[in-house]
Nanobody, 119 residues
Framework: QVQLVESGGGFVQAGGSLRLSCAASGRIFSINLMGWYRQAPGDERELVATITNGGTATYVDSVKGRFTVSRDNAKDTVYLQMNSLKPEDTAVYYC?????????????WGQGTQVTVSS
């Protein structure tokens, strides 16, 4: 079982920055993919960014050039640096990991952290 604890959400004015963190703990064997999703009221959850254990990152087009995903494999932690924030970035942000125990792969989610960007 893997637990994810997120931190770093909050309230910021448009153009500002926030940094989200998500630390994994528990019986960790191998975390293959780490990433962030977000869900605004009335919308479906959408993928924001992912990063492989080799450091390859992907982003949804709407955040390219503004957000940076990174990870510290020694700490089993993933980060999301969000710059030039816009009101449309307002959402609950969820950390997600794909964990392998050597036989199977399992999906885990964080509890979510609110990000609110005012205009």
């Amino acid at each position: 079982q893997v637990q994810l604890v997120e931190s770093g959400g909050g309230f910021v004015q448009a153009g500002g920055s926030l940094r989200l963190s998500c630390a994994a703990s528990g019986r960790i064997f191998s975390i293959n993919l780490m990433g962030w999703y977000r869900q605004a009221p009335g919308d479906e959850r959408e993928l924001v960014a992912t990063i492989t254990n080799g450091g390859t990152a992907t982003y949804v087009d709407s955040v390219k050039g503004r957000f940076t995903v990174s990870r510290d494999n020694a700490k089993d932690t993933v980060y999301l640096q969000m710059n030039s924030l816009k009101p449309e970035d307002t959402a609950v942000y969820y950390c997600h990991v794909l964990h392998s125990d050597g036989d199977s792969e399992y999906s885990y989610w964080g509890q979510g952290t609110q990000v609110t960007v005012s205009s």
